[in-house]
């Protein structure tokens, strides 16, 4: 991992755990486990709001909203690595002419 940022094992972790929560979000609430796990041990007063159709679209928004934000992230690293390789591939070049002479 040399030529890394400090901060790109964290980023990486944040992308997963963005990727990992959207995709749950966005599945989970259409799913027999909503009702087995979320909406069943809830209170009663919460059973109404957990199975309306509105409240679950919310939560799939929300997990749309963290798959663009994993994605935005995983963009932003191949843009930074397609920058930094023309640069690579001229010093190599570059290197490998005078190597010749």
Known sequence: MTGRRPGFV???????????????LVVSPFRRFWIQRVVNPSPVALQGLLLSPHF?????????????????????????RASRAPVSR??????AGQGES
């Open 10 to 24: 964290l980023e990486m972790l944040w992308t997963i755990y963005m990727l990992e929560a959207g995709a749950f």
């Open 56 to 80: 679950r679209s919310l939560l799939v928004g929300i997990g749309v909203l963290h798959l663009l934000a994993a994605m935005t992230q995983i963009e932003r690293w191949r843009r930074e």
């Open 90 to 95: 001229a010093r190599s070049a570059a290197a």
